[in-house]
């Protein structure tokens, strides 16, 4: 199959996250199964306009806002110089690139989770009500007889509630990368992580907060944030201002092998996002053997935590300080949760994860109608 993957940002791009990671090591797969995969997204810094890395051909055009129509006009003259795609497959990050309107090779939405919370939390009133219109009104209508991919449960069920019909929506959920062993033991204080990038609504704030308040507590509590982003400066202003910054570490961007012995050497991960698809962050220290403490209404982190097994789920965070202080005081509750929560990690794999994705892609290419496939890989340990 000759396949495009529509994606404003590709995971090189300065704010590249976990919806990046996810597409892209799809596409990865893919071409390493032999089919031909072209990635539009973004231009950014240094990166070439047109590269091939690991099998797949990416193609940069456009910024934040002008990528969707440069992407499109990429797209119609490659189709024009080579032939159509096979599939299409059109990210829908808050807003799609549209893609039906400029093709008639079937097209594939792939939603993370829907940004009914995060527009006011990132941009100002207007521009908040002017973006949810368009997810929430707009996109429905434009692709209400195309195929869609959620990477949970949860999002599949908000899509539903948008007036998306659940028969044409597949559910494939994240795989993780294999930890690396690197010999590197918990840390002997106990220690806090946070994998991702500093933006408003990843909310790292709170984690600061609970360090804050069971510092008196807990001596030696210390705080590990792993990523980067443009909220850095006002996170480590919060810091300050909590009077913990002494201990919190902003690390910023890491290499893999540092990003895997941070993790072995944290005692509970926390995720304090108002919103996630899935939770790649959760799965990957899941892989390490550490429990993750989250919010239950934050979309799919209700499923990549299973409450009480391999992680906690909290409505608030005086809950999430109480949730914490109780792991961090009992060694034998954090060992059960991240035993399992490894177990539970195992499931997910990028294997999988496309080998789901060709199932889908072929059906659509082959008969240009929606299927309703479930990924089973979130039940196979819930009991």
């Known amino acids: 199959m000759r396949l495009a993957f529509l994606s404003w940002r590709d995971f090189t791009h300065p704010e590249g996250g976990g919806a990046e990671h996810y597409l892209e090591t799809v596409a990865e797969h ?14 950014h810094g240094d990166a070439r306009a047109t590269e091939v890395r690991r099998g797949v051909t990416f193609r940069r055009q456009g910024g934040r806002l002008t990528v969707y129509a440069a992407a499109m006009r990429a797209l119609r003259r490659d189709e024009a110089a080579r032939g159509a795609y096979d599939a299409v497959v059109d990210t829908q990050n808050g807003i799609p690139f549209f893609s039906s309107l400029w093709t ?6 792939l939603v993370h ?11 100002g009133p207007v521009a908040a009500r002017v973006g949810w219109f368009i997810e929430s009104r707009i996109a429905p209508r434009v692709y209400r007889s ?17 007036g998306v019909t659940g028969a044409h929506i597949a559910v494939i959920h994240n795989g993780t990368d294999a930890p690396l062993a690197l010999g590197v033991a918990r840390a002997a204080d106990p220690t806090l992580i946070v994998l991702g990038r500093l933006v408003p609504h990843k909310r790292v704030e709170h984690a600061i907060d609970v360090v804050a308040r069971l510092r008196p507590t807990h001596p030696g509590l210390r705080l590990r ?19 913990v910054e002494d201990d919190v570490a902003l690390l910023g961007f ?29 799965v990957e220290a899941a892989s390490h053997g550490v429990p993750t403490v989250a919010y239950s209404d934050a979309g799919g982190l209700s499923e990549s935590i299973i409450d009480g097994r391999t992680g906690m789920l909290v409505d608030d965070l005086d809950a999430m300080t109480r949730a914490v202080s109780a792991l961090l005081a009992d060694a034998g509750l954090r060992a059960d949760l991240g035993d399992r929560a490894r177990d539970y990690a195992r499931q997910f794999t990028w294997v999988g994860t496309a080998q789901h994705w060709e199932v ?10 929606p299927i309703t496939l479930t990924d089973a890989r979130s039940e196979s340990v819930r009991g």
């Open 225 to 243: 944030v792993v990523g980067h982003g443009w909220w850095h400066d006002r996170i480590a202003e919060h810091a300050h201002a909590s009077g």
């Open 104 to 109: 008639r090779t079937p097209v594939v939405v």
């Open 146 to 162: 195309r195929q869609y991919v959620a990477v949970s449960g949860r999002t599949r069920d908000e899509l539903v509630d948008l």
């Open 254 to 282: 890491v290499d893999e092998t540092t990003k895997h012995a941070e993790l072995s050497s944290a005692w509970v991960a926390l995720a304090p996002s108002v919103k996630e698809g899935w939770g790649l962050c959760v």
């Open 113 to 123: 989770h829907v940004h009914r919370e995060q527009w006011p939390v990132v941009f």
């Open 30 to 43: 893919l071409a390493a199964r032999g089919h031909d995969v072209t990635f539009y997204c973004a231009a």
């Open 360 to 369: 889908l892609l072929d059906h659509v290419t082959r008969r240009g109608a």
